[in-house]
C-alpha cells in the first residue's frame, strides 16, 4: 500500500517560529492557501487540530475542501461534547458531500483544564471508557441495518436508524493516540490507525508490537500506524543541523506553555532526557522544551537523509507520517519539492523489494 502523508492546517498565519497553528483568528485567504499549498506539495491529508479554543474543525474543513480538489482532511474529534448518533451523522455528511476526502482522530483530551473550558469535568480515565462506548454508538450508526436500541453506561438511545451514510465504506477511517492503558484499550477496540509521536526505532518497533497484540487479543483487525515527526532539511545536512540550532534558540526565545502534559509527551520528555540526538537525525530538545506536545520530533539532514531516516519506520510497518514544520507554509512547500517525492519513491521501492521477495 503507497505511503501516506499527512500535513497540518491552521486558520491563521502563525507569529514568528510556530509549535502550534490552531490558534488565532480565522483568516479565510489564508487557510484557503495553507490547504492549496499541502495539496501541490503532494500531501495526502492535513490534521485540523482541536483545542477548547481553537476555530471549529469541520467548519475548518469544509472551507478547505472547497478550495481543494484531491486533500483530505483528517478532523480531531473529541467524544462526549455532542450525541454519538450527531457525530455520526455530522461525520457522514462530510464524507458525502465532500467526495470520501475525510478520517477522523479521535482524541479525549489531554489535559483535564483544556476539557473543563468546554464544561466537561469528567475524569481523564473515565473519558476514555466514555470514548469507547461512544465509537461504539457512532460504528453501529453508520453500519446498521434495522433501527437499534442502545443501553450503555453513558448513552442510551432508542429506534436510531439514519438517513445518511458515509461514503467509504464501512465508514472513514479512525485514528487514535496515546500511551495510556485507557487509551490503547479504546483505540484497539474501536479504531483502525495508531497515530504516535516520533519515538527512535527501537521504541517505535517495541510500541508497534504491544499493540498488535493488543488489538489481536480483542479479535481486531491488524491495525496501522502513523507517526508524527518535524522535519528541518536544508541542502547540506550542515546547514540543516544549523537550521535546528536556530529554531530551537527562536523557541528559548519566548518559551512555549505546554497544554497540559500527557503520558505520549511524557515519554518524549524522559527520552529526550537520554540524549539529544537518536539513530543519528531523530532530534529531541524541541520536545523537552515542549514538554512532549506539539508533535516535536524533529529529523534533521538533508532532503534525502531525512526521506531515508522515514523509510526505515515505513520499513518497520509505519504507513503514514504527519510532517510539519516550524515555518508551517513555507515548509510545507519546501517538503513538497524533494522530501516527500523521495519518501514516496522509496515506499514504492521497497514494496516492489517486498512483493518480489514474497
Known sequence: MPVRVVGMIGV????????HVIGGGVSPSFLGEFAQAHEMAGFDLVLVGYYSSSAEGFAVASYAASRTTRL???????????????????IATFDALWGGRLAVHIIAG???EDMQRDG??????????????YLDVVRRVWTCTEPFDYDGRF??????????????????????????????????????????FGEPLAETAERMAAFRRLAEGLGRPAPKFNISFRPIIAHTEGEAWDKAHSIL???????????????????LVDLAAKG???????????AALSGGKGNTSCLVGTPEQVAEALLKYYR???GSFLMRGFDPLNDAKEYGQELIPRLKAGALAIDRETALAA
Open 12 to 19: 491563521a498565519p502563525p507569529a514568528g517560529t510556530a509549535l
Open 72 to 90: 483530505g482532511y483528517l478532523i480531531a474529534h473529541r467524544p462526549g461534547l455532542v450525541a454519538p448518533t450527531l457525530a455520526a451523522r455530522t
Open 110 to 112: 489531554n489535559s483535564d
Open 120 to 133: 466537561d469535568f469528567t475524569p481523564k480515565d473515565e473519558r476514555y471508557e466514555r470514548a469507547a462506548e
Open 155 to 196: 448513552y442510551h438511545f432508542r429506534n436510531v436508524f439514519p438517513d445518511v451514510r458515509p461514503l467509504q465504506r464501512p465508514y472513514p477511517e479512525l485514528l487514535f493516540g496515546g500511551s495510556s492503558v485507557g487509551a490503547l484499550t479504546m483505540g484497539a477496540q474501536h479504531c483502525d490507525t495508531f497515530a504516535m
Open 249 to 267: 534558540t527562536n523557541l528559548k526565545a519566548a518559551p512555549p506553555h505546554p497544554r497540559g502534559q500527557d503520558q505520549s509527551g511524557k515519554r
Open 276 to 286: 539529544d540526538v537518536h539513530d543519528e537525525r531523530l532530534w529531541m530538545p524541541v
Open 316 to 318: 518497520m510497518g509505519v
